[in-house]
Structures are given as structure tokens and as C-alpha cells.
């Protein structure tokens, strides 16, 4: 989808400061500052990197930045105040699908691989359980923030292979860009990260992948471009402008994964080989092992990847809500409407494909399928969840 440059005089602000965090699915504000794409809809961005989620939401709660990457839950969490100040969050553009793994020390790989007749999950229940027997302290898996894809995920994979995530194991936050480190010294004996830190992690001998968030839940959202809403309805047109820009750099993305490589390299300081094995979809589960077709390890704008479903909030606050992370009372419907707004995606987007009706259900397709839209039926990915369950929003 061509899209115009923006000649409107009526933008709200011109100027704007946006938060990322050091990882592979920031690459589309990078993208639509270094080709150009904020420029062409009149806007000056200065783009900054931060330490942690939780600083990046804080920044952007109280207007140090006008929007940032986020993490999807974190927009319902913040909304609801959950351990933070609350102020009600809005996305209306989903940056991509997919992109995180559980990457493991690799002593406790080969204390996995005993158990070769068995799948990854059902293999490290026995480890945990042989862990149990021998009076040996729990596992400690870290992920990024109470209130993220990576840790549901993660608890959804566990408690599918009998592992009690609350229980079972000692669960822990960190920093992405800090995982390898603590790995590396004992800290931690996992962790669930975005890329690139699942291949820094590999290609130093460290650790390696035992799954990918794709065989957890196929094409899952991960992160979104959110803003409160009070600058939302301060800045409509602005908002707008911000949507287009990263759009067409989502769209650019799909077609110049070695390009993206590059220019993120120049950003985050890590080499582009070790950014290309999850951008390319060559992926390597381990230093020594061969690399695997993974094409849909990381989705920029293919299968509607932009849009925000409400159909993805609602899941995630059912997840939420089965680990005791909300409050009593929580109508998920109503919160996955006030946080997700598709209908500033198509204010903004009016010729981008369009879901026809509200999709309702997850986990019914183990492979391509199509959604009928507004502009005709389109490509999706699969939505299967590992565990064969399938999701129908109330």
C-alpha cells in the first residue's frame, strides 16, 4: 500500500520523542526515522534508547516521551495501575508478530537432551522434577517484566508440559540486554528474551534455544506502539502521522531483512551476523547445530501484523487473569476495547486491508488461512497454540 506524504498543516505537534528498548522489533521506529518515513508526514522525531520496560513506561506516563515500543500487556497493566501509577494507555499499531525464545545454560540443555524420547517440555518437567527429588534448588528463568508476552508465554509452555511456572520454578525480571550476562555467570539458568539476545547467546557458547515464542503460540503479538490516552486525543492528527510513518516502514522491513540488519547494528552495537539469523528466519538453535528455516520468525507487516485485534488484548487478559496478575472484577472485553483502537489504525490506514468483522477466536489454524477484509480476502499465518487450545473472546 502506497502511502502519501502527509501535507497537512493541522499536525498537533511536529517535534516528538519516542522510546525503544536494544532489540531486533524496534527496527520500525528505527526504520521510519533513517528512511525518511516521519519526515515525509512533517515530523521531527528524536528517537532514545532506554534501560528497562519499566522506564520506558514511566518516561511515557509522564510526557518525557510522547509514545515508545511497548510491551502489549503493559499497555492493560498501566491502564488497570498495576504495580505502577495508572493512567490510561492506548495502541493503535502493533509493531510485528513473533520474535521471542527461551534460551537455556547449556548444561541444563544436556541434562535436557537425557530425556531425547520425550518433547522439549515434557523433557524439562523431568529435569525439574529430578531437580525436586534431589533436593536441588528450583530452576531460575528470567523474562523481561511481569507484564509481558514473554512471561505469559512462558507460563502458557510450562503449564502445558505439567510445570507449575508459579511453583516449580523461581521466576525473575530483567533487562533483555542484561540476560546474557547473568547467564553467562550463574545467575539465572534461563531466560525468555526478544531478539537479538537469544543469538548473542548462542553464538558465544553460552546457551542455547530450547523453543521460540512461534512454537508457543503461532504469530503471536508482541510489541505495540502505545501512548497514554489523554496524548492520543490531544494529538489525533499527530497520532495519524506517527501510524503512516510505521507502516510503511513495517512494509519496507518485510523485503530488506540484510538492510535491517545494518541499520540496527549501528543502533543496539551487535554485529549484523548476529542480528540476521532471527531477521533472515535462518535460524540456529545452537552454536554447533545447523540452521533451520524459520521464515516467520519475525513478522513486521505480513498477516495484518499491524493491526491492533482486539481478539490479542482479550487473550492476553485472560492470561492475565489466570496467573492472579488482575484485579477482581476486570471486564476483559471492555479493557481490550479501551486499550486496543482499531479505529484509529483505520482513520489512519483507511486503504490498508480491514477486518470484515471482529475476530473472535484463536488457535483454530495450524497453518495459512484467509481473512476476508474489506479490500478481499488476505494471507494470514497460522494462530495455533501449543497446547491445541483454542480461544473464543466473550
Same mark, same amino acid.
Given at each position: 500500500?502506497?502511502?502519501?506524504?502527509?501535507?497537512?498543516?493541522?499536525?498537533?505537534?511536529?517535534?516528538?520523542?519516542?522510546?525503544?528498548?536494544?532489540?531486533?522489533?524496534?527496527?520500525?521506529?528505527?526504520?521510519?526515522?533513517?528512511?525518511?518515513?516521519?519526515?515525509?508526514?512533517?515530523?521531527? &522525531?528524536?528517537?532514545?534508547?532506554?534501560?528497562?520496560?519499566?522506564?520506558?513506561?514511566d518516561?511515557?506516563?509522564?510526557?518525557?516521551?510522547?509514545?515508545?515500543?511497548?510491551?502489549?500487556?503493559?499497555?492493560?497493566?498501566?491502564?488497570?495501575?498495576?504495580?505502577?501509577?495508572?493512567?490510561?494507555?492506548?495502541t493503535?499499531?502493533?509493531?510485528?508478530?513473533?520474535?521471542?525464545?527461551?534460551?537455556?545454560?547449556?548444561?541444563?540443555?544436556?541434562?535436557?537432551?537425557?530425556?531425547d524420547?520425550?518433547?522439549?517440555?515434557?523433557?524439562?518437567a523431568?529435569?525439574?522434577?529430578?531437580?525436586?527429588?534431589?533436593?536441588?534448588?528450583?530452576?531460575?528463568?528470567?523474562? +523481561?517484566?511481569p507484564?509481558?508476552?514473554?512471561?505469559?508465554?512462558?507460563?502458557?509452555?510450562?503449564?502445558?508440559?505439567?510445570?507449575?511456572?508459579?511453583?516449580?520454578?523461581?521466576?525473575?525480571?530483567?533487562?533483555?540486554?542484561?540476560m546474557?550476562?547473568?547467564?553467562?555467570?550463574?545467575?539465572?539458568?534461563?531466560?525468555?528474551?526478544?531478539?537479538?539476545?537469544?543469538?548473542?547467546?548462542?553464538?558465544?557458547?553460552?546457551?542455547?534455544?530450547?523453543?521460540?515464542?512461534?512454537?508457543?503460540?503461532?504469530?503471536?503479538?508482541?510489541?505495540?506502539?502505545?501512548?497514554?490516552?489523554?496524548?492520543?486525543?490531544?494529538?489525533?492528527?499527530?497520532?495519524?502521522a506517527?501510524?503512516?510513518?510505521?507502516?510503511?516502514?513495517c512494509?519496507?522491513?518485510?523485503?530488506?531483512?540484510?538492510?535491517?540488519?545494518?541499520l540496527?547494528?549501528?543502533?543496539?552495537?551487535?554485529?549484523?551476523?548476529?542480528?540476521l539469523?532471527?531477521?533472515?528466519?535462518?535460524?540456529?538453535?545452537?552454536?554447533?547445530?545447523?540452521?533451520?528455516?524459520?521464515?516467520?520468525?519475525?513478522?513486521?507487516?505480513?498477516?495484518?501484523?499491524?493491526?491492533?485485534?482486539h481478539?490479542?488484548?482479550?487473550?492476553?487478559?485472560?492470561?492475565?487473569?489466570?496467573?492472579?496478575?488482575?484485579?477482581?472484577?476486570v471486564?476483559?472485553?471492555?479493557?481490550?476495547?479501551?486499550?486496543?483502537?482499531?479505529?484509529?489504525?483505520?482513520?489512519?490506514?483507511?486503504?490498508?486491508?480491514?477486518?470484515?468483522?471482529?475476530?473472535?477466536?484463536?488457535?483454530?489454524?495450524?497453518?495459512n488461512?484467509?481473512?476476508?477484509?474489506?479490500?478481499?480476502?488476505?494471507?494470514?499465518?497460522?494462530?495455533?497454540?501449543?497446547?491445541g487450545? &483454542?480461544? +473464543?473472546?466473550?
Amino acid at each position: 500500500m502506497e502511502l502519501s506524504v502527509n501535507s497537512e498543516a493541522n499536525l498537533e505537534k511536529t517535534h516528538l520523542t519516542l522510546g525503544y528498548m536494544p532489540l531486533t522489533d524496534c527496527l520500525p521506529l528505527i526504520t521510519a526515522l533513517e528512511n525518511g518515513y516521519f519526515a515525509e508526514q512533517g515530523l521531527e &522525531v528524536e528517537l532514545r534508547q532506554e534501560v528497562s520496560w519499566a522506564n520506558i513506561r514511566d518516561k511515557v506516563i509522564v510526557g518525557h516521551l510522547d509514545g515508545a515500543q511497548m510491551l502489549a500487556p503493559m499497555i492493560m497493566a498501566t491502564t488497570l495501575g498495576l504495580s505502577c501509577l495508572q493512567k490510561p494507555m492506548i495502541t493503535a499499531f502493533s509493531l510485528g508478530l513473533n520474535g521471542n525464545a527461551l534460551t537455556l545454560s547449556v548444561p541444563l540443555i544436556e541434562a535436557i537432551n537425557r530425556y531425547d524420547q520425550l518433547n522439549s517440555g515434557e523433557a524439562l518437567a523431568k529435569v525439574v522434577q529430578d531437580r525436586k527429588t534431589q533436593g536441588k534448588a528450583a530452576l531460575v528463568i528470567a523474562s +523481561v517484566f511481569p507484564y509481558s508476552c514473554h512471561t505469559l508465554q512462558l507460563k502458557y509452555w510450562l503449564a502445558a508440559a505439567g510445570i507449575n511456572p508459579d511453583t516449580d520454578i523461581q521466576l525473575v525480571g530483567l533487562p533483555p540486554s542484561q540476560m546474557v550476562d547473568h547467564l553467562a555467570l550463574g545467575h539465572i539458568d534461563g531466560f525468555i528474551a526478544g531478539a537479538p539476545w537469544n543469538s548473542v547467546s548462542i553464538s558465544t557458547g553460552i546457551g542455547n534455544c530450547l523453543t521460540t515464542s512461534y512454537s508457543i503460540w503461532q504469530n503471536s503479538p508482541e510489541k505495540v506502539f502505545g501512548v497514554t490516552a489523554d496524548w492520543a486525543e490531544e494529538n489525533p492528527n499527530t497520532h495519524i502521522a506517527v501510524i503512516k510513518a510505521l507502516y510503511k516502514a513495517c512494509a519496507w522491513l518485510e523485503d530488506h531483512r540484510a538492510e535491517a540488519a545494518s541499520l540496527l547494528s549501528s543502533y543496539v552495537g551487535i554485529e549484523s551476523s548476529t542480528l540476521l539469523p532471527a531477521l533472515s528466519g535462518n535460524f540456529a538453535f545452537g552454536k554447533t547445530t545447523s540452521a533451520v528455516a524459520m521464515p516467520d520468525m519475525l513478522v513486521f507487516n505480513r498477516y495484518l501484523a499491524n493491526y491492533p485485534f482486539h481478539c490479542h488484548a482479550a487473550f492476553l487478559i485472560e492470561q492475565m487473569a489466570r496467573w492472579q496478575d488482575l484485579p477482581a472484577g476486570v471486564d476483559s472485553k471492555a479493557l481490550a476495547a479501551q486499550c486496543y483502537r482499531p479505529d484509529i489504525y483505520q482513520q489512519a490506514l483507511p486503504d490498508s486491508p480491514i477486518p470484515n468483522e471482529p475476530r473472535l477466536s484463536l488457535g483454530e489454524h495450524q497453518g495459512n488461512w484467509q481473512l476476508n477484509t474489506q479490500q478481499g480476502s488476505i494471507d494470514m499465518g497460522g494462530d495455533a497454540l501449543c497446547d491445541g487450545q &483454542v480461544f +473464543v473472546s466473550s
